[in-house]
């Protein structure tokens, strides 16, 4: 079974901030989501990365995909309220998504 | 203008009852799915369709029955109903893809509470 770990599991900051999540396996994924899901919504897809060391910007957001295609990582430039949510890692491979067990990120105004 | 909509958003029931919920998406896609958010916002993936063919059965139990009954649509039967079925189902679709790279789409979910 194919595992994704992400970390932190809950993450609060201020409005301004940066921070960074991560998203870890011991196996290898052909290509790496991340989705934000928001209470009482379904997940967003936001990227998808395919390349291993493959960088990705979506506005104050950075995703990086790890050489090996194991890992990757989620970084929030100068956050605000509106990046409340959870964040998820799902990787792809064999036709089917693993998805991660979620960070949690709550951004105080 | 919903891509993927599912009915009821809440559905709150006892024990022992069947209940069904409904999926759509109008986005022409050939994959559905069928996911189970627990209460620690893990999501777990039960089924997954191909153009109305099921590809994937994640170990559920037999209680739960998956029709489609063409590609744009995936519901989703519940026999028996458990207080431990209580969670968020959401239903998905994705683009056909060689199966390496699978972007999906999420419905709203059904919050289901098993009294």
């Known amino acids: 079974t194919q595992l994704l770990e992400q970390s932190p599991q809950f993450l609060s900051i201020q409005e301004g901030e940066n921070l960074t999540v991560y998203c870890n396996s011991s196996?290898?994924?052909?290509?790496l989501q991340w989705y934000r899901q928001e209470p009482g919504e379904g997940p967003v897809l936001l990227v998808t990365?395919?390349?291993?060391?493959e960088v990705k910007k979506l506005k104050r957001l950075t995703f990086q995909f790890g050489d090996a295609r194991k890992d990757s990582s989620l970084h929030i430039t100068a956050a605000q309220p509106g990046d409340t949510g959870l964040y998820l890692c799902?990787?792809?491979?064999?036709?089917?998504?693993?998805f991660g067990d979620g960070t949690t990120l709550t951004v105080k105004p | 203008d919903t891509a993927v909509s599912q009915t009821p958003k809440y559905l709150v029931t006892q024990m022992g009852n069947d209940k069904s919920i409904k999926c759509e998406q109008n986005?022409?896609?050939?994959?559905m799915y069928w996911y189970k958010q627990d209460s620690k916002k893990f999501l777990k993936i039960m089924f997954s369709?191909?153009?109305?063919?099921?590809?994937i059965n994640e170990t559920v139990p037999n209680r739960f029955s998956p029709k489609s009954p063409d590609k744009a649509h995936l519901n989703l039967h519940i026999n028996s109903l458990e207080l431990g079925d209580s969670a968020v189902y959401f239903c998905?679709?994705?683009?056909?893809?060689?199966?390496?790279?699978?972007?999906?789409?999420f419905g709203p979910g059904t919050r289901l509470t098993v009294l």
């Open positions: 998905a679709s994705s683009p056909q893809t060689s199966g390496l790279t699978i972007e999906q789409f």
């Open positions: 196996s290898v994924f052909s290509s």
């Open positions: 990365v395919v390349t291993g060391g």
């Open positions: 799902a990787g792809g491979g064999a036709g089917k998504s693993t």
């Open positions: 986005l022409g896609h050939d994959t």
């Open positions: 369709y191909n153009n109305k063919e099921l590809i």
